[in-house]
Nanobody, 123 residues
């Protein structure tokens, strides 16, 4: 069992930056690939980024490539999402998740989810 708690969301102007954190409980954090997803009102939850267990490989949605960076610190049981050059269309609730499969870009590939943190980007 893994419990995930996101933090770091908030209100920011377009062009600004935010850093999201996701703290995991338990001693098995390093066994999981981790992902970030987001969900805007009236839209499906969509993939943002994923990072493999050792942090050696990362994946990004085309919409955030070059602007967002996912990283992890296994010693702190934490995964991060650094978001730069934010746009109003990045406004959403952001969720972190622990992957139970290698389907890193699909919600069905993840077994555990946090409660989400709101990110609002004003124009």
């Amino acid at each position: 069992q893994v419990q995930l708690v996101e933090s770091g969301g908030g209100l920011v102007q377009a062009g600004g930056s935010l850093r999201l954190s996701c703290a995991a409980s338990g001693r098995t954090f390093s066994r999981y690939a981790m992902g970030w997803f987001r969900q805007a009102p009236g839209k499906d939850r969509e993939f943002v980024a994923a990072i493999l267990r050792t942090g050696g490989r990362t994946y990004y949605a085309d919409s955030v490539k070059g602007r967002f960076t996912i990283s992890r610190d296994n010693a702190k049981n934490t995964v991060y999402l650094q978001m730069n050059s934010l746009k109003p269309e990045d406004t959403a609730v952001y969720y972190c998740a622990a992957a139970g499969s290698t389907n890193y870009s699909g919600t069905q590939g993840y077994d555990y989810w946090g409660q989400g943190t709101q990110v609002t980007v004003s124009s």
